[in-house]
DNA sequence: AGCAAGCGTGCTAATAATACCGCTACCGGT
DNA sequence: ACCGGTAGCGGTATTATTAGCACGCTTGCT
C-alpha cells in the first residue's frame, strides 16, 4: 500500500472541518473570504463541502487567519470523534 | 495554471515548521513520534527535512498533539516571516 | 562486529488545488 | 413578466504534490 485512501472516516472528518469553516464564514461571501485566505474561491467552497477531507495545513491556516478562529479548535473537533 | 507549484517562500515556510517539530520531538526517535502521531517515519523525516513543505492538516495535527504543541504557534511561526 | 537512528533517492497510487462548464435561486430594476 | 447580476453547487479535466514503501549508506554507541 502506497497511499491508503481516505476512509470514511476521513471523510467524516473533513467534512465536520467544512461545516465549522462555514459556521466561521457567517455571512461573508466564499469569494471574500477565499481572497482573504489567499486561494480560490472554488477551493474554498470544496473544503466547506467536505469535497477535500485533508487540506493542506498552510491551506487551513491561512483560512483560520482569515476567519480569526484558533488552529487547536479545528484540530481538537475533528480529532474529537476519532479519538472515541 | 491548474496548480501553482510551491515557491520558494512555501518550501522555506515548510523547511521553518520542520525545523520547530523536530525541536519539539527533541530526545525523543522518529519512529516512536511518527507511531504515536499515526504516520509512517519516512514521512515524518521528510516533514522535519522539510521536504513536504505544505503537508495535510490532519497530518500536523497528529504531530502537535504527539508533541504537545499548538497548530496556533506553528501556523504563526510560519506565516511570520511571510507577512514581514 | 553488530545495532539503532537518520538521511537520501527513486517509485507508485491517491490526492490537493485550480480553472472551466452549466444550473439553480434570489433580488432589484425596467 | 423579463433581464441581468450575484452567490453557491456539482462535475470534469489537469498538473503538482503528498504519503507511503524499499534499498543502501553513514554515524555513533555498545
Same mark, same amino acid.
Given at each position: 500500500? !502506497?497511499?491508503?485512501? @481516505? *476512509?470514511?472516516?476521513?471523510?467524516?472528518?473533513?467534512? %465536520?472541518? &467544512?461545516?465549522?469553516?462555514?459556521?466561521? %464564514? &457567517? *455571512?461573508? $461571501?466564499? *469569494?471574500?473570504? #477565499?481572497?482573504?485566505?489567499?486561494?480560490? #474561491?472554488?477551493? @474554498?467552497?470544496? =473544503?466547506?463541502?467536505?469535497? =477535500?477531507?485533508?487540506?493542506? +495545513? +498552510?491551506? =487551513?491556516?491561512? /483560512?483560520?487567519?482569515? /476567519?480569526?478562529? $484558533?488552529?487547536? !479548535?479545528?484540530?481538537?473537533?475533528?480529532?474529537?470523534?476519532?479519538?472515541?
Amino acid at each position: 500500500m !502506497v497511499r491508503p485512501p @481516505l *476512509t470514511e472516516l476521513d471523510r467524516e472528518r473533513g467534512h %465536520r472541518l &467544512g461545516t465549522l469553516l462555514r459556521q466561521a %464564514r &457567517g *455571512t461573508r $461571501s466564499m *469569494t471574500e473570504v #477565499a481572497a482573504a485566505a489567499g486561494l480560490s #474561491a472554488e477551493t @474554498l467552497r470544496k =473544503i466547506e463541502t467536505g469535497r =477535500i477531507p485533508t487540506p493542506a +495545513f +498552510f491551506t =487551513i491556516a491561512a /483560512l483560520a487567519a482569515a /476567519l480569526n478562529i $484558533s488552529l487547536d !479548535v479545528l484540530a481538537e473537533v475533528c480529532a474529537d470523534e476519532r479519538a472515541a
